[in-house]
Nanobody
Framework: QVQLVESGGGLVQAGGSLILSCAASGRTFSYAMGWFRQAPGKEREFVAVTSWNGGRTFYADSVKGRFTISRDNAKNTVYLRMNSLKPEDTALYYC?????????????????WGQGTQVTVSS
């Protein structure tokens, strides 16, 4: 079992920055981690993923160049640094653990999910 707890969300003006954190517990932190988001009335969408050691990362086109995913395995934590935020980035952001693969865009591959942290970007 893996437990995930996100933090760091909030209200920010367009152009601003936030750093989301996701603390993991329950298993050795040696699995891929992803970030997803869901805006009201929309489906959950992939944002970013990192392999178990951070050696491989990739991003949704909508956030590439603005968001950075990273991890600190000593702290069992994965981060999502979000720069140049836009109103369309407003959503509930979730972290998720893929303990069977090396990370993917597909939400169905992730077995464990956090409860989410709200990010609201005002124009």
């Amino acid at each position: 079992q893996v437990q995930l707890v996100e933090s760091g969300g909030g209200l920010v003006q367009a152009g601003g920055s936030l750093i989301l954190s996701c603390a993991a517990s329950g298993r050795t932190f040696s699995y891929a981690m992803g970030w997803f988001r869901q805006a009201p009335g929309k489906e959950r969408e992939f944002v970013a993923v990192t392999s178990w050691n951070g050696g491989r990362t990739f991003y949704a086109d909508s956030v590439k160049g603005r968001f950075t995913i990273s991890r600190d395995n000593a702290k069992n934590t994965v981060y999502l640094r979000m720069n140049s935020l836009k109103p369309e980035d407003t959503a509930l952001y979730y972290c998720a653990a893929d303990t069977r693969g090396d990370g993917t865009r597909a939400a169905s591959a992730y077995e464990y999910w956090g409860q989410g942290t709200q990010v609201t970007v005002s124009s």
